[in-house]
């Protein structure tokens, strides 16, 4: 992994202007997943911050940790702080949320999703609470959201994701008709935020340079 990222430290624009990146979890996690993640990219310069939603598990929408993230960057940033997102699992969903209802759009210039059940999930069903049904295949929840996703096309917008993932069933769902979709070759879901291909993925979408927003 340090001679991957090495690599990119060499490659890099060293004038990049790095946003601070807030980094948000999957369901039942908490920004410890990122325990790989947060190093690699304060290495590279980048001011890195998580977030733990309450509660992790599902028992509340997706919209309501969306207003906690939406909460967490009004308290922790300047209101003319711009910042990226890199949202993993149900964290690029929540990420989204924030982004295409919440304002976010108006703050947000990088956003990566990592193996995020964009077009929903059928290991959804084997939980039945708000947050599972809101990530199924079909949801109204995620129907809403893609109804005017071409809202990511005003920012730089990765998805990140690999045919391995046993957790977001089809795999594909993390692909989307808007922004960049990257597929890697990992070893299953958890993989996203650990294996060193993963990391240089997020780091290469962080440092690609500002797309010019389309008019509205």
């Known amino acids: 992994m340090v001679e991957?990222?090495?690599?990119i430290s060499l490659s890099m624009n060293s004038t990049l202007r790095r946003n601070p990146v807030v980094l948000i979890h999957g369901i039942d996690d908490t920004s410890a997943?990122?325990?790989r993640v947060t190093p690699a990219l304060e290495n590279l310069g980048w001011s890195v911050h998580g977030i733990d939603l309450v509660p992790n598990n599902g028992d509340v929408g997706l919209d309501r940790l969306a207003q906690q993230v939406a909460h967490y960057i009004d308290q922790t940033f300047a209101p003319d702080q711009a910042i990226d997102l890199v949202g993993y699992s149900m964290g690029g969903i929540v990420s989204r949320y924030y982004i295409q209802r919440l304002g976010g759009l108006r703050r947000v210039q990088r956003l990566v999703t990592l193996a995020s059940p964009h077009y929903g999930t059928w290991s959804a069903l084997l939980r039945p609470n708000l947050g599972a049904s809101q990530m199924r295949v079909n949801s109204e929840f995620l129907n809403d959201l893609n109804?005017?996703?071409w809202q990511l096309e005003r920012l730089n917008f990765t998805s990140i994701w690999t045919p391995f993932d046993s957790m977001i069933v089809p795999a594909n769902s993390s692909e989307m008709s808007v922004g960049k979709n990257r597929q890697?070759?990992?070893?299953?879901h958890v993989w996203m935020v650990r294996d060193a291909k993963s990391l240089s993925a997020i780091a290469e979408a962080l440092?690609?340079?500002l797309r010019i927003p389309q008019p509205c």
């Open 184 to 188: 890697i070759w990992v070893g299953g």
């Open 33 to 35: 997943i990122f325990e």
């Open 207 to 209: 440092a690609e340079p």
């Open 4 to 7: 991957i990222i090495e690599l």
């Open 147 to 149: 109804r005017d996703v």
